[in-house]
């Protein structure tokens, strides 16, 4: 994997920057994260590996049905089992409360705690269990009984419309109906197109796992792998019938995090049963506990037209989007809004008209997943462009061109792009970027060939295809969520410490704090707090939101902690405090008379300033899909080559080429760690991870079953290009780096496995039978 790594944009397609020259740290520096030691030698603490004195076991029974009445729960004998402290279901839930995740302005709290009347998804909780021993809590709530109805489960998300209520809000989340420009419009050239996109899981690399500590005030302490501690706490807080102020969520390690991390599932049974047992209670889920508790991304059933000129212009799309939401709300209605008002892709299209539901079925339960609604329709969207350029003869990338979209261009929404969109020169770099060489007739090799050593794969049957994808996604929350963030930044003896209750999911948000404060204040040794609910809320770990509006509130606290370091000394000199700089611990004036150390002129004093970040609003999207609903957008553009056996059916895919809108380079490395995950995510989805049902039931849910991408499976991934055009409304100008290249890769991969077999490639991830090539009659 390569990539440029330097403060600055490749200045051509396929230029090295690894020679230009950057600082050692501050921003544009490739400053290491500080606790990558502890993680490279196994040191550094996760959730899993905590505890403490009188530590309890904790074990959830589960459904094995995905839809079920409950006839009655009997706990007698898993109560009376030696060992076993502690037994919780619904009957211990004040008042039934319900669970959910808030949308914009707007709470859905539609998910029980435990399962009281009715099951409505395989692996639904319905007890669990505290012990002194784990295997004792295993095997007690194994022991529970439940006597079930079996009830017929609804999976199909297009017969949810006509099935019965499978709860009380009905089946329908949210109907997004957008209207754009002339209806009755056509083109004189009219592409269709039916596209059905999988259920991808986040699977992290570290389960779920998190220990309760019951308060003397009678509250608790909920220790676990948070990436959106404050909302989780007011979600236990009323969930146990306590004050917000009595319940604390203490962030530990996040071993992974692309999505929503943690399943309410586990962390609200712990909290019941610490308070229940007055003692501290540990749980860490086995992987099918994982695979079967936390959200996916959402199955996507998507059906488009296209209308064009002869000239390959884009006249009209049409589209409808199903969205699967499976049992719960959660954040459907968020990932909708994205499918629909992206469904046209960073195009221009004069007059659009969609039409977009989200479901509930009794399937698992899909919510927040990276990129979620903008990845499914790029891969349906794409799939439109390429079957458009065949129509019209045109090469793929130049019917793009004729298309793409600017700033000051409209999104069928109606809201202006007003950030940088270069999207033209992303395509044109992915474009002209070298294609990687052949492959031999004889590969020495056999690793080389699809399938790898054990494919069976014959050179003479390997295709090769190359393919083009754009995508879009928004940065921030979006329909009026108030997004805001605080940070406190404190200055003493030559040290600084940064607290912001911004979690640090991998994204690298710890080491931007540094490296912010390095630059602002000259000062090197700079440390991170550790995050909890007593620090002022930061908002979720999602869509890029620390970067902009925790790493603006850092700024904003550290340039305001400098204002007061330099005052006096301005004053002293009769001076502006803009007129002296800091630069490796020393404070030197613009014409070299002053020269102090930051030690010095602290004098023993501790300096700090407190801070918000609040980016401009925007707003719900109206009854016709249209309104300012997005704080800003990144854009990517993907060129995928891959070799196709086309008798088997088998698929490798050889280099990803790269070209991103990135605003600015923080950090050369970690940005380019970013594409390469976000590019290798995306060839999962593309070609194995689904995690398979059959009516409503998890097939294996294990790293088995689900068939994540392997270092052999990863292509050779080149960043050929990182546009650096500021958004001047974001701070340090910077943009989300890690979910546009998940949305764009698979749609790239798709149309380099069409170019290869000339087959409609319609589905993710891509089966073997749509690869193989139709023998001759």
Sequence with gaps: MTGPDAATATPAAGTPTDSVESPAHGLGASVAPADALAKTTGTFPYASDLWAEGLLWAAVLRSPHPHARIVSIDTSQAAEMPGVRAVVTHEDVPGDACHGRKVGDRKVADRPVFAKDLVRHHGEPIAAVAADHPDTARLAAAAIAVDYEVLEPVTDPEKAFAAEPLHPDGNLIRHIPLRYGDPDVTGEVVVEGLYRIGRQDPAPIGAEAGLAVPRPDGGVEIYTASTDPHADRELAAACFGL?????????????????????????????????????????????????????????????????????????????????????????????????????????????????????????????????????????????????????????????????????????????????PAPVAELLQAVRDAPLPPLPKDAPEEDWLLPGGPEGAGEPGAVRRGVGYALGMVHMLGAEGADEVSTATVRVNGGEATVICAAVETGQGFSTLARQIVQEVLGVEEVHVASVDTDQPPAGPACHGRHTWVSGGAVERAAKMVRTQLLQPLAHKFGMSTELLSIADGKITSYDGVLSTTVAETLDGKELWATAQCRPHPTEPLDETGQGDAFVGMAFCAVRAVVDVDVELGTVRVVDMSVAQDVGRVLNPRQLAVRIEAGVTQGVGAALTENLRTSKGVVRRPDLTGYALPTALDAPDIRIVKLVQERDVVAPFGAKAASAVPVVTSPAAVAAAVRAATGRPVNRLPIRPQATVATPPR
């Design 243 to 419: 004050e917000p102020e009595r319940v604390k969520v203490v962030v530990t390690g996040v071993p992974g995090a692309m999505g929503d991390r943690e399943d309410p599932g586990m962390q609200l049974p712990l909290g019941l049963l610490a308070l229940k047992t007055g003692s501290p209670v540990k749980l860490a889920a086995t992987r099918e506990e994982s695979f079967l508790g936390h959200a996916h991304r959402h199955p996507t059933l998507l059906r488009y037209r296209h209308h064009a000129d002869s000239e390959g212009r884009l006249i009209k799309v049409e589209a409808q989007i199903l969205l699967d939401g499976g049992a719960y709300a959660d954040s459907s209605a968020d990932s909708l809004a994205a499918a629909v008002a992206f469904a046209a892709g960073p195009y221009v299209v004069p007059h659009a008209f969609v039409e977009g539901w989200v479901v509930r079925t009794n399937n698992p339960p899909s919510g927040h997943v990276r990129g979620e609604g903008a990845m499914q329709v790029c891969a349906a969207y794409e799939g439109q462009m390429d079957k458009l350029a065949a129509k019209l003869g045109i090469d793929p990338v130049e019917l793009r061109l004729r298309n793409v979209m600017a700033t000051g261009d409209l999104l069928p929404t109606g809201q202006t792009v007003t950030c």
